[in-house]
C-alpha cells in the first residue's frame, strides 16, 4: 500500500516562497506518475501540476505557470513543488497523489490510486 506524506506547508506573506515535500513509500515510487492538486474552502479541488514517472515529462495549471514548479527524485522517493510569487488565492490545502502509470501524466484527481493527508498553505498579509 503506497503511503503519501506532503510536508512544507505553512504560512506566507504574498510574493513569498515554499517548497512543498511528499514522501512515498511502500510501493515503486519510480513506476508512478506524480500530481499536486489543491482544495480551497468551499471550492472543488483542483489540479496544480503533475510529472510522469521518470520527470520527462510535466504539466501546470495556467494559474501556476511561470511561478511554480514540480520535480522529482526517484532515489529519495519524494515529488516537490516549489511555489514562488505566492498570491492569496494560491491559499488552499495541497495534495500529493500518486498512480502506477510507465507512461505520460495524469491530469484529472479521480485516475490517482493514492492520496495524501494534504498540507495547509496559507497566503496573507
Known amino acids: 500500500q503506497v503511503q503519501l506524506v506532503e510536508s512544507g506547508g505553512g504560512l506566507v506573506q504574498p510574493g513569498g516562497s515554499l517548497r512543498l515535500s511528499c514522501a512515498s513509500s511502500?510501493?515503486?515510487?519510480?513506476?508512478?506518475?506524480m500530481g499536486w492538486f489543491r482544495q480551497a474552502p468551499g471550492k472543488e479541488r483542483e489540479i496544480v501540476a503533475a510529472?510522469?514517472?521518470?520527470?520527462?515529462?510535466?504539466y501546470y495549471a495556467e494559474f501556476v505557470k511561470g511561478r511554480f514548479t514540480i520535480s522529482r527524485d526517484n532515489a529519495k522517493n519524494t515529488v516537490s513543488l516549489q511555489m514562488n510569487s505566492l498570491k492569496s488565492e494560491d491559499t488552499a490545502v495541497y495534495y500529493c497523489a500518486a498512480k502506477r502509470l510507465y507512461g505520460g501524466i495524469v491530469r484529472t484527481g479521480p485516475e490517482y490510486d493514492y492520496w495524501g493527508q494534504g498540507t495547509q498553505v496559507t497566503v496573507s498579509s
Open positions: 511502500g510501493g515503486t515510487f519510480s513506476s508512478d506518475a
Open positions: 510529472i510522469s514517472r521518470t520527470g520527462g515529462i510535466t
